[in-house]
């Protein structure tokens, strides 16, 4: 598969960030460098690159490669079993992972904010060494499959792909059975939920705050209700009705037939089981 990712990854997976007119430079997407065969420049001589099934890792030292591609590997089949997705191949052979090592030598030779991690473009994953790089390749790889299998881009289905990966980012450590996400923080007192046309329309213009974002928390929780709650085989199916540009009533009815009638019932829903 990942028949476009090359035209659809730089538009919609820059480490989540998106131009906004007046922001400070910090904020502002990446600008790749002028080289050769890579969006961004290599690691430095001493490097190592291991192969695993899916991955093409490189790191500084064999045993941090190797790690890291065990990692991927892990993260990729749990989000198999969650999604009930179908396999993918990179075109070209496998889904290439840089691990710069540290975060000086990431910024500076990707040009990324202060506050990113990660960076993903025309399918390769940029990132650096660090207790996150299990939580961000589950992160990065969701947003990597979701986009793949959906085969196009919908800035409607922004809140469904986020939600996902910030879902299989709290999973990171778990085994690729499945396991069990951290439990959600609970909702401050006086808390009211973002309406449903808010969440589908007012997506934030970057990931900078995503762990304190309204949003982004919401997002999590709805797609952790749809699965924990639905069923995989019904979000699987869910996935599968929006791939077919089916609108967001039909994907829920089709998908969790004799749970929730439409969008409207599965957000009444989950609004219920947050009090």
């Known amino acids: 598969m990942m028949r476009g990712l090359a035209l659809l990854l730089p538009a919609v997976l820059l ?6 007119p007046g922001a400070m430079d910090e904020d502002h997407l990446a600008r790749p460098q002028a080289i050769t065969g890579e969006a961004f420049p290599d690691l430095d001589s001493g490097f190592n690159e ?32 969650d999604t009930g997705l179908s396999s993918f191949q990179p075109l070209g052979g496998r889904c290439k992972i840089m691990i710069y090592a540290n975060a000086d030598e990431y910024r500076k030779k990707t040009g990324q904010p202060g506050w990113s991690n990660s960076v993903v473009v025309s399918g390769s994953i940029y990132s650096y060494e660090g207790g996150h790089l299990d939580r961000m390749l589950s992160h990065e790889l969701t947003r990597l499959i979701f986009y793949d299998y959906m085969g196009h881009t919908n800035i ?12 299989e980012e709290d999973k990171a450590g778990q085994p690729a059975s499945g396991g069990v996400a951290s439990p959600m923080p609970a909702w401050p007192q006086g808390w009211q939920p973002l309406p449903m046309d808010s969440i589908i329309h007012m997506v934030p213009a970057s990931d900078r705050d995503r762990t304190i974002s309204a949003w982004h928390l919401q997002v999590e929780s709805l797609v952790r209700f749809m699965i924990e709650r639905g069923g995989r085989i019904g979000f699987g199916q869910f996935l599968g009705d929006l791939r077919q540009d089916a609108v967001f009533d039909k994907a829920v009815a089709d998908a969790f037939s004799g749970t929730w009638r439409d969008l409207p019932d599965l957000y009444s829903a989950w609004v219920r089981a947050q009090q």
């Open 15 to 20: 480490a989540g960030c998106v131009a906004v």
């Open 156 to 167: 409607d289905h922004r809140w469904v792909s986020e939600g996902l990966a910030i879902y």
């Open 50 to 81: 291991q192969q695993s099934l899916h991955f093409a890792v490189r790191a500084y030292g064999n045993g941090k490669a190797m790690q890291t591609a065990d990692l991927a590997e892990t993260a990729y089949q749990r989000i198999m079993v």
